[in-house]
């Protein structure tokens, strides 16, 4: 019987790939973020998971306005790191777990759930720009990625990102034996174009964060509009977080959070187990 030992909720931002790869961590721009992944990187290395699920968005690198798929499941050997425009990063591939892969999408399909099933599949800053903070490469992990819409309308709903994370964590307790660790990604608020460019929204990112551990269900009565009402256009990439909640259960015990606005977004971090 499969188990998930643990959920991270946390941004990403292509800022933060540029920070560590220019290892800012001495910055006093970006000291305090860089300490606030380190009891985050221990817990998890402590976790010692068999298997990440990383739930993110592509930003129009695997996928184009032409077929954008609501969900995304990458089932391979390998994910290749995408080339977003200058030049691939100097960190490695990431691993795929093809069987746990083709167990949650066929158990996702079962559960009437109908994802987008890549055997082939680039990743980009989804998921590059935090995993060196969390996981030091080369990564021997192997991950299963879900690739969520939160670009190209009509997007799923807060509920429906909520309920996959569910199926998801049925899915894996129907496996063998594994220990897995669901990781979602996503820019807290942020607004990155009009009249409204550089909204930032402290006060609602820590109230998500809140709610994200004791109440999710109210989170997922928000509609889109009132996401990217209270935390700006690009902001509904937090809808992904509710997938790592819903994988947890009922009830979850926190671990680690850390929260900072400094620039353009809100950064934020999570570490739950299962309560």
């Given at each position: 019987?499969?188990?998930?030992?643990?959920?991270?909720?946390?941004?990403?931002?292509?800022?933060?790939?540029?920070?560590?790869?220019?290892?800012?961590?001495?910055?006093?721009?970006?000291?305090?973020?860089?300490?606030?992944?380190?009891?985050?990187?221990?817990?998890?290395?402590?976790?010692?998971?068999?298997?990440?699920?990383?739930?993110?968005?592509?930003?129009?690198?695997?996928f184009f306005f032409?077929?954008?798929?609501?969900?995304?499941?990458?089932?391979?050997?390998?994910?290749?790191?995408?080339?977003?425009?200058?030049?691939?990063?100097?960190?490695?591939?990431?691993?795929?777990?093809?069987?746990?892969?083709?167990?949650?999408?066929?158990?996702?399909?079962?559960?009437?759930?109908?994802?987008?099933?890549?055997?082939?599949?680039?990743?980009?800053?989804?998921?590059?720009?935090?995993?060196?903070?969390?996981m030091a490469p080369?990564?021997?992990?192997?991950?299963?990625?879900?690739?969520?819409?939160?670009?190209?309308?009509?997007?799923?709903?807060?509920?429906?990102c909520f309920d996959?994370?569910?199926?998801?964590?049925?899915?894996?307790?129907?496996?063998?034996?594994?220990?897995?660790?669901?990781?979602?990604?996503?820019?807290?608020?942020?607004?990155?174009?009009?009249?409204?460019?550089?909204?930032?929204?402290?006060?609602?990112?820590?109230?998500?964060?809140?709610?994200?551990?004791?109440?999710?269900?109210?989170?997922?009565?928000?509609?889109?509009?009132?996401?990217?009402?209270?935390?700006?256009?690009?902001?509904?990439?937090?809808?992904?977080?509710?997938?790592?909640?819903?994988?947890?259960?009922?009830?979850?015990?926190?671990?680690?959070?850390?929260?900072?606005?400094?620039?353009?977004?809100?950064?934020?971090?999570?570490?739950?187990?299962?309560?």
């Amino acid at each position: 019987m499969g188990q998930i030992v643990g959920g991270i909720g946390v941004s990403h931002a292509p800022s933060l790939a540029r920070a560590y790869d220019q290892d800012k961590r001495d910055d006093p721009e970006w000291r305090d973020i860089f300490e606030s992944y380190k009891p985050a990187a221990a817990w998890l290395e402590a976790l010692q998971p068999d298997a990440l699920v990383m739930v993110y968005n592509d930003h129009v690198n695997q996928f184009f306005f032409d077929a954008y798929p609501t969900f995304a499941l990458g089932v391979a050997e390998i994910f290749a790191q995408a080339d977003e425009g200058w030049g691939k990063r100097a960190l490695p591939d990431l691993r795929g777990d093809t069987r746990l892969g083709w167990h949650i999408a066929r158990s996702l399909v079962a559960d009437e759930f109908d994802p987008t099933i890549c055997q082939e599949m680039v990743v980009d800053h989804g998921v590059y720009s935090i995993l060196p903070f969390l996981m030091a490469p080369p990564w021997e992990t192997p991950i299963v990625p879900l690739a969520v819409n939160v670009i190209q309308h009509p997007l799923p709903t807060a509920r429906r990102c909520f309920d996959i994370g569910a199926a998801i964590g049925r899915s894996v307790a129907s496996y063998d034996d594994a220990r897995v660790v669901v990781m979602a990604t996503g820019g807290m608020s942020h607004q990155l174009h009009g009249p409204d460019f550089g909204h930032v929204n402290p006060d609602w990112d820590n109230e998500f964060l809140d709610l994200l551990e004791s109440d999710p269900a109210v989170l997922c009565e928000l509609d889109h509009s009132e996401y990217m009402r209270r935390g700006g256009a690009e902001s509904i990439e937090v809808i992904m977080w509710l997938a790592m909640r819903g994988a947890l259960g009922s009830a979850v015990r926190n671990i680690h959070r850390a929260y900072f606005a400094p620039m353009l977004t809100g950064y934020g971090l999570v570490c739950f187990e299962p309560g």
